[in-house]
């Protein structure tokens, strides 16, 4: 059991809830490990899709906890940041699908670990901003390297020089987010496109994502190449076989993750 995760089934889909509502959910060194802890344990083979959404309706989370941060010296500082850093990393090369069901505000810490996830969708009242220089420091949890690679090199550098939030409307503009819904349909739209993804092979949607992510840096052709390799084993899975097979004979099959 942990303090400030509550933690969700539906179906094969899991759902983890940061839950600290003092600070309106902001990261601090507890958090943090518990998320490490969660995610370090989760059943792969048993969840085919992952939610990682705030408690309440007014934050999703409100940044790294400014209270843990304000005294910590230059070592201090480095070990916080590596510390997010490595569970936000952890989180997008977690063998499952993650969606991020932003409700409410996404600021700093809070917006890098929206942009951990695969997908992101929001609620109409969801704010997203880095406003780190308002407080001396620079995005510390991978904001400066995932933000620009998610909507550019010129509107990343407006969000983090300026500070300023961004609406759930602009955010779907700039493709920070893929969908903005009213807040109460959130989860269940959420969990809706979780099923979805949930229906499809999962070996396959793990290949896919594994592919997106690793080929991401690689030059056109190692990228080509390094797909191929995917694609092959795909042929190697039980669900490839019995899924064509049920497509041809125009039955329904439901996939096994074999
Ligand atoms: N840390 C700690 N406490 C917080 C945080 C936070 N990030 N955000 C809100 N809180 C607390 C408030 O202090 C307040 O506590 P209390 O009731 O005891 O006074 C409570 O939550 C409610 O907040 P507000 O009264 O301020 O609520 P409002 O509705 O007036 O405002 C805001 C909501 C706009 C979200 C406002 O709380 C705010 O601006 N929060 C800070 C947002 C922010 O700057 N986030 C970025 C933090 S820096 C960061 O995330 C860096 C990540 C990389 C770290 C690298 C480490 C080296």
């Known amino acids: 059991m942990y303090q400030h995760l509550k933690i969700e089934e539906r179906g094969a889909v899991a759902i983890m809830t940061i839950s600290a509502p003092k600070s309106l959910n902001a990261l601090n060194s507890t958090i943090l490990g518990e998320m490490d802890d969660f995610l370090t344990h989760l059943d792969c083979n048993r969840f085919r899709c992952l939610i990682v959404t705030g408690d309440g309706e007014k934050s999703f989370v409100a940044g790294a906890d400014i209270s843990e941060m304000a005294n910590l010296n230059m070592q201090e500082g480095n070990a916080f940041g590596a510390k997010g850093a490595a569970v936000f990393r952890k989180l997008e090369t977690l063998h499952l699908p993650v969606i991020a069901a932003v409700n409410g ?4 810490g809070g917006c890098e670990l929206a942009m951990a996830c695969d997908i992101r969708i929001c609620s109409d009242n969801a704010r997203f901003g880095q406003p780190e220089v308002g407080l001396g420091i620079i995005p510390g949890f991978s ?4 933000l620009a690679r998610l909507v550019g090199m010129g509107m990343a550098k407006q969000l983090i020089f300026t500070g300023k939030p961004i609406r759930a409307d602009e955010a779907l503009r700039i493709g920070l987010v893929n969908a903005v819904v009213p807040q109460a349909e959130l989860m269940d739209k959420a969990i809706e496109l979780a099923n979805q993804i ?11 994502k594994r592919c997106i992510n690793d080929q ?37 099959y439901e996939f096994q993750s074999k």
Request: charged fraction near 25%; aromatic fraction near 10%; glycine fraction near 8%.
């Open 143 to 146: 904001g400066t390297v995932r």
């Open 198 to 208: 949930a229906a499809n092979a999962p070996l396959a949607v793990k290949a896919a």
């Open 216 to 252: 991401y840096d690689m030059d056109a052709d190692a990228a080509i190449q390094n797909e191929n390799v995917f694609f092959g084993r795909c042929f190697a899975t039980e669900d490839q076989k019995l899924g064509m097979k049920a497509f041809l004979e125009k039955g329904k």
């Open 105 to 108: 505000f996404a600021l700093g």
